[in-house]
């Protein structure tokens, strides 16, 4: 016990723990893509033999997959600069938070509340909604949903996270905490996990995330944790899963086109934009949530 403790509360050896949650970091990755690949074959097969298997089905799964490729690019060029950033900056913090473990879980818990405040403000704000749309416009829910990413996903996540370095948090327990909190997201994108339990309230659980992508009026813009639930039951965006939902946009996007779906929401933005009037308007359209309408549109409607 007075060893943990020791480990719990001193600095350790910088050297040895970023090198050792690099290495973590790139194991995590690797067997979350191993576990997500294995349980998308299961659910695959369950589909096959509830007889649920559609040429729909597959395709929507297979475009949901598909956005891996322009998301990796993005990816890999983004953390490279994050990296690169995030470094540099952290030289000039003049504060620095305790490297140890409980400096780690620390980390953890705030970069859960990030990740919850970064997923409502993509949900709110429409020129976030651009990307987060393309996670949401899949009418399917399975493991390949939870891949289903739009290129410019790393930009916002890389922007929304800078907050933690400027609290002195060293930039690799913040790039591990991000990829943990990631890759907790593959296991609860399913509709084969019923509810579990005690564990629905604390943790993020495949039915909460359910009816996060339910386009239903009542779970619309419900439940954006990350691990825990209990930022949404703390702020009020909580709703528990009552039905099935029906999943998808709530103007439905069908189309399987890998350039569709990433960019279909700049279609919308664009039009509108080009029927402001006026830089308020423009703004609006922008800066506030999906589906506002300046209010001499909403009268004549």
Same mark, same amino acid.
């Given at each position: 016990?007075?060893?943990?403790?020791?480990?719990?509360?001193?600095?350790?050896?910088?050297?040895?723990?970023?090198?050792?949650?690099?290495?973590?970091?790139?194991?995590?990755?690797?067997?979350?893509?191993?576990?997500?690949?294995? @349980? /998308?074959?299961?659910? *695959?097969?369950? &589909?096959?033999?509830?007889?649920?298997?559609?040429?729909?089905?597959?395709?929507?799964? !297979?475009?949901?997959?598909?956005?891996?490729?322009?998301?990796?690019?993005?990816?890999?060029?983004?953390?490279?600069?994050?990296?690169?950033?995030?470094?540099?900056?952290?030289?000039?913090?003049?504060?620095?938070?305790?490297?140890?473990?409980?400096? @780690? /879980?620390?980390?953890? *818990?705030?970069? &859960?509340?990030?990740?919850?405040?970064?997923?409502?403000?993509?949900?709110?704000?429409? !020129?976030?909604?651009l990307a987060h749309s393309v996670h949401h416009s899949s009418g399917v829910m399975n493991t390949a949903t939870a891949f289903r990413f739009s290129l410019f996903d790393p930009v916002v996540s890389a922007t929304f996270h800078l907050p933690l370095l400027l609290l002195g948090f060293h930039p690799m327990f913040i790039f591990a905490a991000e990829i943990l909190i990631q890759a907790y997201q593959f296991w609860i994108h399913n509709e084969m996990i019923g509810k579990l339990g005690p564990l629905e309230w604390i943790l993020?659980?495949?039915?909460?995330?359910?009816?996060?992508?339910?386009?239903?009026?009542?779970?619309?813009?419900?439940?954006?944790?990350?691990?825990?639930?209990i930022w949404d039951r703390l702020f009020g965006t909580f709703a528990k899963e009552d039905k099935i939902p029906s999943y998808g946009l709530a103007t439905p996007m069908t189309s399987k086109n890998p350039i569709t779906v990433q960019f279909h929401e700049f279609y919308k933005i664009f039009r509108d934009i080009r029927s402001a009037k006026g830089i308020g308007q423009v703004m609006g359209y922008v800066l506030r949530p999906p589906g506002w309408q300046p209010e001499d549109k909403n009268m004549k409607q």
């Open positions: 016990m007075d060893d943990l403790m020791y480990y719990l509360v001193n600095p350790v050896q910088l050297g040895s723990i970023t090198e050792y949650l690099e290495h973590m970091s790139i194991d995590v990755y690797d067997w979350t893509l191993v576990f997500a690949l294995l @349980f /998308l074959t299961i659910e *695959l097969t369950d &589909d096959a033999l509830t007889r649920r298997f559609s040429r729909e089905r597959f395709f929507e799964t !297979l475009s949901s997959l598909i956005t891996q490729i322009p998301f990796y690019f993005t990816e890999v060029v983004v953390f490279s600069a994050a990296v690169y950033g995030y470094f540099t900056i952290y030289e000039y913090i003049p504060w620095k938070m305790p490297i140890n473990t409980m400096g @780690f /879980l620390l980390v953890i *818990l705030m970069a &859960d509340f990030t990740y919850y405040v970064e997923h409502l403000c993509l949900h709110k704000v429409r !020129l976030f909604w993020n659980t495949p039915s909460h995330h359910r009816v996060h992508h339910g386009s239903d009026q009542e779970y619309i813009d419900k439940n954006y944790g990350g691990i825990l639930i």
